[in-house]
């Protein structure tokens, strides 16, 4: 949990408003996305549910709102399979155990993962009023999270489950101190353990996700679903350039690993998704890394430490005297 201080040190230190939007500018990801309980696993989600957390420091005294961007199925963003008839739950969890339970920090829908108390919920299905719209939970006050000593703050449990139908929910996040707009919280950020997202069209377009490095982690495996081997996934840090994962094929998971420098730690990888030529149209994928105890890592909207840049190395050379 040491990771958490320092990121709050970081947010505040350089004075700066972190990043809620999930996904983020940073992650260049399109939308989320979560399938109804009925899809075919070729469509791209590998369980129908997905969990974000939202952190919001202890010092803010403001309230919380989180925000929905296109929360129905149906319409502009969505993937229909025939015609839309899928129902997505939205499930907001703050209090004991919200966060802090073992089952809450999985990646599968099982066991006592909708921990805590619930705060707030709603069903949609077709509904042309939040097509392409926003949809907001709230007001929270900051103290209805699961306070958590090692991050200085609150956190919020926000999942989306397809509870009936086979259609595909493209959406996306932001947590703010307006229930109106998208105003972000001074020192907040969002993360989650699993990544179920859309991919760009576009094959100039590239896609991440930024994984914590702590300072335990000396190894690293990720596994990825339904990759369509759709181009590559490429690792890059301040000290690594290009490391390529092994990726998936139609509705099978990948895993691959390789071992972390010393200079990775305290800060964030850079996942990069790079799609071939011509790309897959509409692609959908999960991905979840893993140190090596197993245990799952943290995705950061707003990468610890900011987004890495690999940093070549260039040996001066000393300049040899001119003949005479």
């Known amino acids: 949990m040491k990771q958490i201080f320092f990121f709050f040190i970081l947010c505040f230190a350089g004075g700066r408003l972190c990043a809620q939007a999930v996904p983020s500018e940073e992650e260049n990801i399109p939308f989320l996305v979560t399938f109804g309980n009925k899809a075919e696993l070729s469509w791209g989600d590998d369980d129908f549910s997905q969990v974000f957390f939202f952190l919001v420091p202890e010092t803010y005294n403001g309230m919380v709102f989180l925000r929905i961007f296109d929360p129905d199925v149906g319409g502009m ?110 020192g907040g950020n969002a993360f989650a353990y699993e990544y179920s997202f859309r991919m760009h069209n576009n094959a100039e377009q590239v896609s991440h996700i930024y994984p914590y490095i702590d300072e335990r982690c000396i190894k690293v495996r990720q596994d990825n679903f339904d990759w369509d081997d759709d181009g590559k996934i490429r690792v890059s840090s301040g000290v690594r350039r290009e490391q390529l994962c092994v ?78």
């Open 77 to 186: 963003h969505d993937e229909a399979n025939g015609a839309f008839d899928t129902k997505m739950q939205y499930l907001v969890y703050g209090g004991k155990e919200a966060f802090s339970h073992p089952d809450a920090q999985g990646v599968d829908p099982v066991g006592n993962y909708k921990s805590g108390n619930l705060l707030a919920s709603r069903i949609f299905d077709v509904d042309p009023r939040y097509d392409n719209n926003w949809f907001t939970f709230g007001p929270f006050n900051p103290t209805e999270g699961e306070y958590v000593a090692e991050y200085k703050g609150y956190i919020f449990k926000l999942m989306c489950n397809g509870i009936t139908g086979n259609d595909g929910n493209l959406y996306r996040y932001f947590m703010s101190l307006s229930g109106t707009e998208n105003t972000p919280i001074e």
């Open 247 to 324: 990726v998936s094929g139609d509705k099978v998971w990948a895993t691959s690993e390789f071992a972390i420098m010393a200079d990775e730690k305290g800060k964030s990888l850079d996942f990069q998704f790079i799609k071939r030529k011509p790309p897959v149209q509409n692609n959908n994928v999960v991905i979840n890394v893993r140190n090596q105890y197993g245990e799952l890592m943290r995705f950061y909207s707003s990468p610890i430490g900011g987004v890495p840049k690999y940093k070549y190395s260039i040996g001066a050379r000393k300049k040899t005297d001119a003949k005479p």
